[in-house]
C-alpha cells in the first residue's frame, strides 16, 4: 500500500492506466496537488431531499433512523461535514505508481513526530465523516478501507484538509493496516428498512465479515508493525430494551434480534485478544447521535420546522444520546487512551426520555412539540423492529467517565443549542 506526502511536498501525478477510472483518479490528483487552495466540487455529496408529502411518512424516516441508531449509529448515510478545506493529498492505497512512501515508512514518521496514522472502515458513514475531517485537521494519516474507492473518494472531499488521506479497496486492505497506530471499524449494513429473513442474515453478515477481514489483518501484522488499537463500533442495542432499568458497561446482554447482533458484532473483534494480544481492543457501544444533517435529528427537523414535531409513541421511551462532536472525541480518545479497552457506552451522561428530547427540540426551534407519531405507524413499518423505536434503553458512560473524557455536550439543550444555532 502507499499513500502520498503531507502538503508541504508535491504529489506525482498518477500515470495512466488506460481506463476512465484512473483517467479521473489523475486529474483528481493533479487538481490537488497544483491548486491546493482551488474550490473543491460541492455537488458531489447532495444534501438528501428533505420534502415532506405526508406526516406519515415524516414518521416512518424518523423510525427508521433511529433504529438504525440503536444497532449500529455508525451506518447511517449522511452528507459529509463542511470541514476547512486545505492541502490533504489524496492517493490509492497501494497505487505504485504515485510516487509516494510505502506504508512502513509512513508509519516511521508518524512515529517520530508523534501524529497518528489510522486506518478507518465505514469512513464515509455520519460518524466517519466527521472522524476522518477531525483526523486530517490534526494532521494525521488517515487510510480509508472501502469497497468503492471512488465513491469514498467523492464522499469524503469536505474533509480534507492538512495530513494524508489514502483509499485502499478490499484486496488491499490487509496492506494498508499494516503499520497504523489504530484501526476504527465503522462499516455495516444499513437496518433502518422492514426486516425479512434474508435482510436480517445480510445485516448479521455484513457486520461480521467485515470486522472479522479487519481482526485477522491485524494479527497477521508483523509485531513491530501491528496496529496498537482496534477501535470497533457496536451499539446500545447490546443491551435490549427496558424502561426502568439503567444500563453501564457492566450490564448483561439483552436477547432481541438486534442485541444478538451487536454480541456477534463483538465477539468477533474480540477473537483479535486471543490472536493478537498486544492489540487493544475497544467496542463502542453508540447511543443515538444527534447532527443536524443526518441521523434521527436530520429527519425530525422538518417536522418540527413546519410545527408537526411530536415524539413517538407516548414519549415515555428513553432516549439515550450523544452529540457527533463527543461521539467523535470518544472515538479519538480510544485510539489514544490505553486504559480504554473492552465495551464503552458512547452516550451524554444525562439520557433523556423521547418527550424531553422533543420538548427540548421545539424549545430551541421556537416550535411546538405536539404531535406524535401514533404506535401503529411504526408497527405497521418496521415490524419486530418498532419495539425497540417504542420502548428504548437508559444508557451511562461509566467507562468514558472512567477514563478521564470530557464531554462538550452533557445536556441535551446545550447539544440542541449548539447543532442548532
Partial sequence: MTSVPVASRSIAPCVARGSARDARSRVAARTIADAPRARLDRGVSATLARGLESRSATGRHVAASLLSS???????????????????QVARAGDASSGAPSSSSASASSSSSGKMRVAISGASGFVGTRLVAKLLAGGNDVVVLTRDVEKARAALRNSFSSGTIAFADPSRWSAAIVGCDGVV??????????WS???????????????????????????????????????????????NRVFDESAPAGGDYLSKVCQAWESTARELERTSPETRVVLLRLGIVLDRDGG??????????????????????????????????????????????????????NPVRMGEMCAALGRTLGRPSWLPVPDFAIQALLGEGATVVLQGQKVEPSAALAAGYKFKYERIDDALGDILR
Fill in 197 to 243: 429473513p434474508a435482510i436480517k442474515a445480510e445485516i448479521m453478515a455484513s457486520r461480521i465479515k467485515a470486522t472479522k477481514r479487519i481482526a485477522d489483518a491485524i494479527a497477521a501484522c508483523p509485531a513491530e508493525k501491528k496496529p496498537r488499537a482496534l477501535i470497533n463500533a457496536s451499539a446500545i442495542g447490546f443491551y435490549g430494551v427496558s424502561e
Fill in 296 to 349: 434521527a435529528l436530520g429527519k425530525m427537523l422538518p417536522t418540527f420546522q413546519i410545527f408537526a414535531g411530536g415524539p413517538m409513541g407516548d414519549g415515555a421511551q428513553w432516549f439515550s444520546w450523544i452529540h457527533r462532536e463527543d461521539a467523535v472525541g470518544i472515538i479519538l480518545e480510544s485510539l489514544s487512551n490505553v486504559t480504554l479497552r473492552g465495551p464503552v457506552n458512547v452516550t451524554a451522561p
Fill in 70 to 88: 440503536l444497532a449500529s449509529c455508525a451506518s447511517l448515510a449522511a452528507r459529509p461535514p463542511a470541514a476547512r478545506r486545505g492541502r490533504a
Fill in 185 to 194: 471499524n465503522l462499516a455495516g449494513e444499513p437496518i433502518s428498512t422492514r
